[in-house]
Protein backbone atom coordinates (compact mmCIF):
# COMPACT_ATOMS: atom_id res chain seq x y z
CA UNK A 1 0.00 0.00 0.00
CA UNK A 2 1.26 3.53 -0.98
CA UNK A 3 1.93 6.02 1.77
CA UNK A 4 -0.63 8.75 1.63
CA UNK A 5 2.50 11.39 2.62
CA UNK A 6 2.98 10.73 -0.99
CA UNK A 7 0.11 12.59 -2.15
CA UNK A 8 0.29 15.38 0.40
CA UNK A 9 1.00 18.95 -0.96
CA UNK A 10 3.32 21.56 0.40
CA UNK A 11 0.77 24.23 1.44
CA UNK A 12 1.46 27.33 -0.58
CA UNK A 13 -0.83 29.26 2.15
CA UNK A 14 -2.32 29.15 5.62
CA UNK A 15 -5.97 28.49 6.49
CA UNK A 16 -5.44 32.21 7.64
CA UNK A 17 -4.60 33.55 4.11
CA UNK A 18 -6.69 31.28 2.37
CA UNK A 19 -9.24 32.65 4.48
CA UNK A 20 -8.13 36.13 3.75
CA UNK A 21 -8.23 35.90 0.04
CA UNK A 22 -11.70 34.45 0.12
CA UNK A 23 -13.07 37.70 1.86
CA UNK A 24 -11.10 39.69 -0.88
CA UNK A 25 -12.15 37.74 -3.96
CA UNK A 26 -15.91 37.28 -2.99
CA UNK A 27 -18.22 39.35 -5.39
CA UNK A 28 -15.32 39.85 -8.34
CA UNK A 29 -15.81 38.81 -11.72
CA UNK A 30 -14.79 35.25 -12.66
CA UNK A 31 -12.23 37.18 -15.19
CA UNK A 32 -10.84 38.65 -12.28
CA UNK A 33 -11.25 35.45 -10.30
CA UNK A 34 -8.72 33.72 -12.98
CA UNK A 35 -6.44 36.51 -13.40
CA UNK A 36 -5.93 36.64 -9.38
CA UNK A 37 -5.32 32.76 -9.71
CA UNK A 38 -2.87 33.26 -12.49
CA UNK A 39 -0.90 35.57 -10.96
CA UNK A 40 -1.12 34.00 -7.36
CA UNK A 41 -0.76 30.31 -7.48
CA UNK A 42 1.76 27.61 -8.77
CA UNK A 43 1.29 24.70 -10.60
CA UNK A 44 -1.94 26.31 -12.09
CA UNK A 45 -3.89 23.51 -14.19
CA UNK A 46 -7.50 23.89 -15.11
CA UNK A 47 -9.49 20.20 -15.09
CA UNK A 48 -12.41 20.15 -17.26
CA UNK A 49 -14.54 17.24 -19.20
CA UNK A 50 -15.48 20.32 -21.12
CA UNK A 51 -19.24 20.95 -19.86
CA UNK A 52 -20.37 24.55 -19.86
CA UNK A 53 -18.79 26.26 -17.61
CA UNK A 54 -15.61 24.63 -17.92
CA UNK A 55 -15.05 25.74 -21.70
CA UNK A 56 -16.94 29.54 -20.37
CA UNK A 57 -13.54 29.37 -18.22
CA UNK A 58 -11.29 28.11 -20.78
CA UNK A 59 -12.50 31.07 -22.91
CA UNK A 60 -11.43 33.35 -20.36
CA UNK A 61 -8.26 32.62 -19.85
CA UNK A 62 -7.54 32.66 -23.31
CA UNK A 63 -8.38 36.17 -23.88
CA UNK A 64 -6.32 37.18 -20.45
CA UNK A 65 -3.58 35.09 -22.09
CA UNK A 66 -3.79 37.32 -25.37
CA UNK A 67 -4.24 40.12 -23.28
CA UNK A 68 -0.78 39.68 -21.75
CA UNK A 69 0.40 38.56 -25.54
CA UNK A 70 1.08 34.93 -23.81
CA UNK A 71 -0.22 31.33 -25.09
CA UNK A 72 -2.81 30.09 -22.98
CA UNK A 73 -1.50 30.76 -19.57
CA UNK A 74 -2.76 27.40 -17.72
CA UNK A 75 -2.29 24.00 -18.98
CA UNK A 76 -5.93 21.24 -19.29
CA UNK A 77 -5.86 18.48 -17.79
CA UNK A 78 -8.81 16.22 -19.23
CA UNK A 79 -9.37 12.53 -17.63
CA UNK A 80 -10.87 10.18 -20.05
CA UNK A 81 -12.77 7.74 -18.40
CA UNK A 82 -12.89 5.31 -22.05
CA UNK A 83 -17.04 5.99 -20.93
CA UNK A 84 -17.52 9.52 -22.25
CA UNK A 85 -19.74 10.69 -24.66
CA UNK A 86 -18.06 10.56 -28.50
CA UNK A 87 -19.42 14.22 -28.62
CA UNK A 88 -17.01 15.12 -25.56
CA UNK A 89 -14.30 13.71 -26.38
CA UNK A 90 -14.39 15.40 -29.94
CA UNK A 91 -15.34 18.40 -28.37
CA UNK A 92 -11.66 17.88 -25.73
CA UNK A 93 -9.71 18.21 -29.11
CA UNK A 94 -11.45 20.56 -30.86
CA UNK A 95 -11.52 23.41 -27.80
CA UNK A 96 -7.92 22.47 -26.86
CA UNK A 97 -6.50 23.02 -30.19
CA UNK A 98 -8.88 26.26 -31.13
CA UNK A 99 -7.57 28.01 -27.91
CA UNK A 100 -3.57 26.21 -28.18
CA UNK A 101 -3.97 25.01 -25.00
CA UNK A 102 -1.87 22.23 -23.70
CA UNK A 103 -4.38 19.57 -22.61
CA UNK A 104 -3.36 16.15 -20.63
CA UNK A 105 -5.32 13.51 -21.23
CA UNK A 106 -5.17 10.76 -18.29
CA UNK A 107 -7.01 7.40 -18.14
CA UNK A 108 -7.95 4.56 -15.73
CA UNK A 109 -4.81 2.53 -15.16
CA UNK A 110 -3.39 0.06 -17.79
CA UNK A 111 -6.14 0.48 -19.97
CA UNK A 112 -6.55 2.68 -23.05
CA UNK A 113 -10.29 1.16 -24.57
CA UNK A 114 -13.66 0.60 -22.83
CA UNK A 115 -13.09 -2.80 -24.03
CA UNK A 116 -9.91 -3.31 -21.95
CA UNK A 117 -11.48 -1.74 -19.38
CA UNK A 118 -14.49 -4.49 -18.74
CA UNK A 119 -11.76 -7.24 -19.57
CA UNK A 120 -9.39 -5.90 -16.90
CA UNK A 121 -11.85 -4.88 -14.14
CA UNK A 122 -15.26 -6.45 -15.12
CA UNK A 123 -18.07 -5.84 -17.24
CA UNK A 124 -20.70 -2.61 -15.76
CA UNK A 125 -17.88 -2.01 -13.01
CA UNK A 126 -20.42 1.28 -12.47
CA UNK A 127 -23.12 -0.81 -11.46
CA UNK A 128 -21.49 -4.19 -9.55
CA UNK A 129 -18.97 -1.68 -7.59
CA UNK A 130 -19.64 2.25 -8.60
CA UNK A 131 -17.05 3.34 -5.70
CA UNK A 132 -13.93 1.50 -7.35
CA UNK A 133 -15.45 2.50 -10.85
CA UNK A 134 -15.17 6.33 -9.72
CA UNK A 135 -11.84 5.37 -7.97
CA UNK A 136 -10.42 4.18 -11.58
CA UNK A 137 -11.78 6.34 -13.98
CA UNK A 138 -11.29 10.06 -12.27
CA UNK A 139 -9.58 9.96 -8.25
CA UNK A 140 -6.32 7.36 -9.45
CA UNK A 141 -5.97 9.10 -13.18
CA UNK A 142 -5.93 12.83 -11.30
CA UNK A 143 -4.21 11.73 -8.39
CA UNK A 144 -1.52 10.30 -10.93
CA UNK A 145 -1.63 13.52 -13.39
CA UNK A 146 -1.26 15.88 -9.78
CA UNK A 147 1.76 13.96 -9.64
CA UNK A 148 3.81 13.70 -12.42
CA UNK A 149 2.48 17.23 -14.30
CA UNK A 150 3.87 19.32 -10.10
CA UNK A 151 -0.09 20.03 -9.91
CA UNK A 152 -0.67 22.54 -6.81
CA UNK A 153 -3.90 23.86 -7.67
CA UNK A 154 -6.61 23.25 -9.92
CA UNK A 155 -9.75 25.67 -11.70
CA UNK A 156 -13.08 23.98 -11.37
CA UNK A 157 -16.24 24.52 -13.13
CA UNK A 158 -18.23 24.45 -10.09
CA UNK A 159 -20.64 27.02 -9.18
CA UNK A 160 -23.00 27.30 -6.13
CA UNK A 161 -26.28 27.33 -8.26
CA UNK A 162 -25.85 23.83 -9.05
CA UNK A 163 -27.25 23.05 -5.59
CA UNK A 164 -26.63 20.03 -3.22
CA UNK A 165 -22.60 19.89 -1.68
CA UNK A 166 -22.05 22.83 -4.27
CA UNK A 167 -24.12 25.24 -2.58
CA UNK A 168 -21.89 26.49 0.03
CA UNK A 169 -18.96 26.79 -2.36
CA UNK A 170 -16.26 29.16 -1.67
CA UNK A 171 -13.90 30.99 -4.38
CA UNK A 172 -11.12 29.07 -2.98
CA UNK A 173 -10.74 25.69 -0.93
CA UNK A 174 -8.22 23.65 0.29
CA UNK A 175 -8.85 19.84 0.22
CA UNK A 176 -7.53 17.19 2.14
CA UNK A 177 -4.03 17.17 0.20
CA UNK A 178 -3.40 20.68 0.08
CA UNK A 179 -4.24 21.13 -3.67
CA UNK A 180 -6.13 24.34 -3.60
CA UNK A 181 -9.49 24.59 -5.56
CA UNK A 182 -10.35 27.58 -7.90
CA UNK A 183 -14.27 28.09 -8.33
CA UNK A 184 -14.34 31.39 -11.04
CA UNK A 185 -17.46 31.23 -12.06
CA UNK A 186 -18.91 30.26 -7.96
CA UNK A 187 -21.56 32.76 -8.51
CA UNK A 188 -22.94 32.37 -11.97
CA UNK A 189 -26.10 30.98 -12.87
CA UNK A 190 -26.75 28.61 -15.99
CA UNK A 191 -28.11 30.94 -17.62
CA UNK A 192 -25.33 33.49 -17.14
CA UNK A 193 -23.13 30.78 -18.43
CA UNK A 194 -25.07 29.91 -21.41
CA UNK A 195 -25.64 33.40 -22.55
CA UNK A 196 -21.53 34.28 -22.23
CA UNK A 197 -21.10 31.09 -24.13
CA UNK A 198 -23.23 32.44 -27.18
CA UNK A 199 -22.03 35.97 -27.14
CA UNK A 200 -18.06 34.99 -27.51
CA UNK A 201 -18.87 32.14 -29.56
CA UNK A 202 -17.27 29.62 -27.26
CA UNK A 203 -17.68 26.37 -28.69
CA UNK A 204 -19.93 23.42 -26.65
CA UNK A 205 -20.97 19.84 -26.79
CA UNK A 206 -23.44 19.62 -28.94
CA UNK A 207 -25.54 17.36 -26.34
CA UNK A 208 -26.75 20.73 -24.73
CA UNK A 209 -28.93 21.18 -27.61
CA UNK A 210 -30.78 18.17 -26.95
CA UNK A 211 -31.93 19.12 -23.48
CA UNK A 212 -29.10 17.90 -21.22
CA UNK A 213 -27.19 20.23 -19.03
CA UNK A 214 -24.16 18.24 -17.16
CA UNK A 215 -22.84 15.81 -19.54
CA UNK A 216 -20.67 13.24 -17.62
CA UNK A 217 -20.44 9.01 -18.99
CA UNK A 218 -22.85 7.64 -21.30
CA UNK A 219 -24.25 5.02 -18.49
CA UNK A 220 -24.81 7.94 -15.96
CA UNK A 221 -25.96 10.44 -18.14
CA UNK A 222 -29.57 11.18 -18.61
CA UNK A 223 -31.42 14.17 -19.65
CA UNK A 224 -32.55 16.15 -16.84
CA UNK A 225 -35.79 16.25 -14.93
CA UNK A 226 -37.89 17.85 -16.97
CA UNK A 227 -40.01 19.03 -13.98
CA UNK A 228 -36.18 21.29 -12.65
CA UNK A 229 -35.57 21.80 -16.00
CA UNK A 230 -35.61 25.30 -15.20
CA UNK A 231 -33.89 25.41 -12.23
CA UNK A 232 -30.33 25.64 -11.82
CA UNK A 233 -30.82 22.93 -8.49
CA UNK A 234 -32.10 20.42 -11.15
CA UNK A 235 -28.95 21.37 -13.75
CA UNK A 236 -27.40 18.00 -12.41
CA UNK A 237 -30.54 15.76 -12.14
CA UNK A 238 -29.54 13.94 -15.27
CA UNK A 239 -26.93 12.87 -13.56
CA UNK A 240 -26.86 9.09 -11.58
CA UNK A 241 -30.56 9.39 -11.90
CA UNK A 242 -32.76 7.62 -8.83
CA UNK A 243 -29.59 7.60 -6.84
CA UNK A 244 -28.39 9.97 -3.65
CA UNK A 245 -24.96 10.10 -4.91
CA UNK A 246 -23.72 13.85 -6.49
CA UNK A 247 -20.31 14.04 -7.26
CA UNK A 248 -18.09 11.62 -9.02
CA UNK A 249 -15.42 11.44 -6.58
CA UNK A 250 -13.35 13.88 -7.62
CA UNK A 251 -14.63 16.36 -5.06
CA UNK A 252 -15.11 13.18 -2.40
CA UNK A 253 -12.15 12.93 0.47
CA UNK A 254 -9.03 11.36 -1.75
CA UNK A 255 -7.64 9.66 1.30
CA UNK A 256 -10.94 7.68 2.60
CA UNK A 257 -12.01 6.48 -1.47
CA UNK A 258 -8.13 5.73 -1.76
CA UNK A 259 -8.31 3.56 1.40
CA UNK A 260 -11.58 1.86 0.39
CA UNK A 261 -10.42 0.68 -3.06
CA UNK A 262 -7.04 -0.69 -1.77
CA UNK A 263 -8.83 -2.92 1.11
CA UNK A 264 -11.00 -4.02 -1.62
CA UNK A 265 -8.30 -5.30 -3.69
CA UNK A 266 -6.77 -6.41 -0.69
CA UNK A 267 -9.43 -8.50 0.11
CA UNK A 268 -9.98 -9.95 -3.36
CA UNK A 269 -6.58 -10.75 -4.08
CA UNK A 270 -6.29 -12.73 -0.43
CA UNK A 271 -10.14 -14.04 -1.65
CA UNK A 272 -8.51 -15.39 -5.29
CA UNK A 273 -5.37 -16.74 -3.53
CA UNK A 274 -7.20 -18.96 -1.17
CA UNK A 275 -9.34 -20.14 -4.31
CA UNK A 276 -5.90 -20.98 -5.56
CA UNK A 277 -4.71 -22.80 -2.29
CA UNK A 278 -8.00 -25.31 -2.18
CA UNK A 279 -8.04 -26.36 -5.63
Not at 44 to 69: H, N, P, W
Not at 127 to 154: C, F, H, M, N, Q
Not at 255 to 275: D, I, N, P, R, T
Request: glycine share 6%.
Amino acid sequence: MTSNNQDILTPQYTTEQIDKFNVELEGKSPQDILRWAIDNLQGLFQTTAFGLTGTAALDMVSKISQEREEIHLVPLIFLDTLHHFPETVQLSQTASEAYLAEMHVYRPPGVSTAEEFAAKYGEKLWETDEASYDYLVKVEPAARAYKELGVRAIITGRRKSQGSDRASLKVLEVDERGLIKVNPLINWTFKEVKEYIDKENVPYNPLLDQGYKSIGDVHSTAPPDPNAVNSDAGERSGRWQGKSKTECGLHVNYFEMKKKFEEKEKEQGKGQAEGTTDQ
